[in-house]
């Protein structure tokens, strides 16, 4: 991977709200849990794992909140306006914050390194093989 540039930025569809990264990221995963299937409308969601205190968000975010399949407490946030879903949280691993890599303004910025909820996805599903495969929840990358 090439060294990222500083600071990450992205936003919604609409533009009401933006957020700016200022630490590397961690790692980013495909989703294959039963939610993010809600959530990407019947695909995955790709996830940009970050630092917590490392992002900035402006904007108005509505938030939803549910127990994961892996028991974790998440938080989603959503724009109000257009309904895109930017970020993911979860109280147990309070220290780090999902964006969805949409939403980022150079989605080519960093692909998955691993498919995680791997057991969940549809037989139709499209997995990569050439990324590692984690039928559930794996730790946490930091």
Request: one cysteine or more.
């Amino acid at each position: 991977m090439s060294e990222i540039q500083l600071p990450i930025t992205g936003g919604c569809l609409c533009g009401a709200i933006r957020y700016k990264i200022s630490k590397p990221p961690l790692g980013s995963r495909t989703c294959w849990c039963r939610l993010c299937q809600y959530l990407a409308s019947g695909s995955a969601t790709v996830n940009l794992i970050v630092a917590a205190d490392a992002v900035t968000i402006t904007g108005p975010l509505k938030t939803f909140d549910r127990v994961a399949d892996s028991g974790n407490h998440m938080t989603r946030g959503f724009c109000l306006e257009c309904g895109t879903h930017v970020t993911s949280a979860s109280a147990e691993t309070g220290h780090l914050r999902v964006i969805r890599t949409g939403t980022l303004d150079d989605p080519n910025l960093m692909g998955p390194q691993a498919t995680i909820w791997a057991d969940m996805a549809p037989h139709w599903a499209p997995l990569n093989p050439d990324l590692p495969k984690h039928a559930k929840q794996p730790p946490p990358v930091a």
